[in-house]
């Protein structure tokens, strides 16, 4: 894996006249975890879509750049709320799914290992229709680890998951990630104060900067600063909300 | 098990429903012959029936594998190109508007009486629904799919070949479906505009005669064919959705 870069998204963005998110700078620093949070609809994942240069829907008037100043293109992985594993193709083979849309050879030795690491051996020969939610989403950390790339975007990769292997997941993917560029776009706090290293809140305003807790992620969730974190930011929520 | 018991209850019942009209209304057997007497004309014609049987069977088996392929080539061609999408889908969409019957005395002009013209009938009535049931299917491939495909920085041959193809699968599967039903049609008809072999050039020579047993018995084995190809490519699709359709797990 290459350094893993910083990122700035700098501009505002509108559809049909309305706007989606107003002036607005996003900096991910190097090796970082930064985590989105905001309502839904505000357009947090419209952020993470324009870092990858996915389609959007939307007019962005700014920029995207990496402060390295090398294009972005072929150093992101991406992750999201959906584990996007090909029912078709055993764990196997949707980890090496990369190289195979590239042309590129497989190295079968490596996507072993990753699934070894996720814990998922035993079930490398399996549909995704075989696995459960939790073991579908280690696969597509599987996947996205295989990528080795430097900028991780992950768009609510673990919400559809019950609060146990959610928790499970959140370890995992900070100890796999660490030392990469990470975007965790989410709507929950808890999550947000266990994983940040800088915490974001996004809404018609424009995006705040939070303050996470003083120790570094990966916090315990048992953790009193974590949890204080986490309700102020809660609340914060709750107050755009209301 | 189920399945085939209620088969023959129905079989039975209709067979019945059947010997009960022709008893009840008087018909002569050249309108209406009993079902014995079709029963027994299926055995002594069983040469002449199996021989007209063969030349329909592989005009239609014939015109759905190539019918299928080259839909599915077609409808592949569409999804990659959008200049293909802009000239030909018109064209496509005012040929399925002419009914292929309409087509088949031309058809037997162009293609002689022989094999060619039926199974290009067949060939045409299929070629549409498996494009379009197709082309449906690798339009609609998961944004999320794409998604992923573009930031892998998936070459677009390998995205089609190995993402929107597989994905689309089960809708090709459900083309060929009617495919499998429409194939025959097409066949028949070819076969009664010009033709000197064939079940449907039997059911029109046999009802010309008043041969209406052997019509009828030509007709049986047309149906039990028909019925057969629907199932197993029936059986086929199913096998291919059951691995290729999304699990929503």
Redesign the interface.
């Known amino acids: 894996m290459h350094a893993p870069p910083s990122v700035t998204v700098e501009g505002y963005a509108e559809a049909e006249g309305r706007s989606i998110f107003p002036s607005l700078r996003l900096d991910l620093r190097a090796g970082e975890w930064t985590c989105l949070l905001g309502p839904s609809g505000v357009g947090k994942s419209t952020l993470l879509?324009l870092i990858?240069?996915?389609?959007t829907g939307i007019e962005f008037h700014g920029s995207v750049r990496a402060e390295d100043g090398l294009p972005l293109?072929?150093r992101?992985?991406?992750m999201?709320q959906?584990?996007?594993?090909?029912?078709?193709r055993d764990v196997s083979e949707n980890v090496l799914?990369?190289s195979?849309?590239?042309?590129e050879r497989s190295d079968r030795e490596r996507a072993a290992d990753l699934i070894r690491r996720v814990g998922l051996s035993d079930h490398a020969n399996k549909?995704?229709?075989e696995?459960s939610?939790g073991q579908?989403q280690r696969a597509a950390l599987a996947r996205t680890l295989m990528?080795d790339r430097p900028l991780i975007?992950l768009d609510e990769p673990f919400s559809a998951l019950d609060a146990l292997t959610r928790a499970q997941m959140q370890e995992l993917s900070a100890s796999l990630l660490a030392g990469r560029t990470v975007l965790l776009v989410t709507h929950d706090p808890a999550e947000a104060a266990r994983l940040g290293h800088r915490i974001l809140m996004l809404d018609e305003t424009g995006l705040h900067e939070m303050r996470p807790p003083a120790t570094l992620p990966l916090r315990e969730v048992s953790d009193p600063e974590t949890i204080r974190a986490q309700t102020a930011l809660f609340e914060a929520l709750r107050g755009q909300a209301a | 098990m189920i399945a085939l018991r209620n088969g023959v209850a129905s079989a039975l019942v209709g067979i019945g429903v059947w010997w009960l009209v022709v008893i009840v209304s008087g018909l002569p057997p050249f309108i209406l012959p009993t079902p014995d007497r079709v029963a027994q004309t299926l055995w002594t014609a069983r040469v002449t029936i199996a021989d007209n049987a063969w030349v329909t069977i592989v005009e239609v088996l014939a015109g759905l594998v190539l019918g299928s392929l080259l839909g599915a080539a077609m409808a592949i061609q569409l999804a990659m190109s959008p200049a293909a999408r802009t000239l030909v889908r018109p064209i496509l969409v005012f040929f399925q508007a002419v009914p292929v019957f309409a087509l088949a005395p031309i058809l037997t002009l162009w293609f002689g009486y022989g094999i060619w013209s039926k199974l290009v009938m067949a060939l045409l009535i299929i070629f549409f629904p498996v494009t379009s049931a197709f082309y449906d299917g690798l339009t609609r491939t998961p944004q999320g799919y794409l998604d992923l495909a573009r930031v892998m920085q998936g070459r677009s041959w390998a995205v089609m070949l190995r993402v929107r193809i597989p994905n689309a699968l089960p809708s090709l599967a459900s083309g060929l479906r009617l495919a499998a039903v429409y194939a025959p049609i097409g066949a028949v008809i070819g076969e009664w505009v010009g033709a000197s072999r064939g079940l449907g050039f039997l059911m029109l020579q046999a009802n010309g005669r008043a041969q209406t047993d052997l019509m009828f018995a030509a007709l049986f084995v047309l149906a039990s064919f028909t019925i057969l190809l629907h199932f197993l490519v029936d059986r086929l699709a199913r096998k291919i959705t059951s691995r290729y359709a999304p699990d929503h797990g």
């Open positions: 879509r990858a240069d996915l389609p293109e072929g992101i992985a991406l999201a959906s584990d996007l594993l090909f029912p078709w799914l990369g195979s849309l590239r042309g549909r995704p229709s696995l939610g579908r990528e975007l």
